[in-house]
Antibody, heavy 113, light 110 residues
């Protein structure tokens, strides 16, 4: 069974940093582009970032460019999202996605003072 | 990042056919295929339709997708109470160099 399990969500103060992880199993992780998508409380889905299969190509939404960094470790079957300079508006559930069909259960990031 | 446009709500009675629209730009829907997702409360989105009109294994054929120009539609026939959920469209946008989502449509089964 293909599974993605996110972790690392937490309560953080504005300006702080967090690193999200997404552990993949049941798939040849190194073969796939991977994405992060977020959903603020009571709001819709918003695309955050993507990375190609070998980690050499990354793309970001304008709202996180320069603050967030997506990366992967194919040896560990793990996707990461380094989140720096966090803002209140980054508060959301963050989903790891093997685009377009496999989604993790999400991890919650809350940014508040 | 500019998104796709969906109606905020839709409704129908059991057995009825409903459609949900999704409109975008020439660099988005006009060029690329669309995916549709169903999200039940408190759960992760589930892929319903990919590549505009393809159903993943396990998705009932009551769900179908289509696209014309810069607009796409999701049709649900034989509406059932368990179809009550939020529905999102998504597509790659070449100009924005990213995925854009619709704002979501809340489907109510009356």
């Amino acid at each position: 069974e293909v599974q993605l399990v996110e972790s690392g969500g937490d309560l953080a103060q504005p300006g702080a940093s967090l690193r999200l992880s997404c552990a993949a199993s049941g798939l040849t992780f190194s073969s796939y582009w991977m994405h992060w998508v977020r959903q603020a409380p009571g709001k819709g889905l918003v695309w955050v970032s993507r990375i190609n299969n070998d980690g050499g190509t990354t793309t970001y939404a304008d709202s996180v460019k320069g603050r967030f960094t997506i990366s992967r470790d194919n040896a560990k079957n793990t996707l990461y999202l380094q989140m720096n300079s966090l803002r209140v508006e980054d508060t959301a559930v963050y989903y790891c996605v093997r685009w377009p069909d496999v989604w993790g259960q999400g991890t919650t990031v809350t940014v508040s003072s | 990042q500019s998104g796709l446009t969906q109606p905020p709500s839709a409704s129908g009675t059991p057995g009825q056919r409903v459609t949900i629209s999704c409109s975008g730009s020439s660099s988005g829907l006009g060029t690329n295929s669309v995916n549709w997702y169903q999200q039940l409360p408190g759960t992760a989105p589930k892929l319903l339709i990919y590549s505009t009109n393809q159903r993943p294994s396990g998705v009932p054929d009551r769900f179908s997708g289509s696209k014309s120009g810069t607009s796409a539609s999701l049709a649900i026939s034989g509406l059932q109470s368990e179809d009550e959920a939020d529905y999102y469209c998504a597509a790659w946008d070449d100009s924005l160099n990213g995925v854009v989502f619709g704002g979501g449509t809340k489907l109510t089964v009356l």
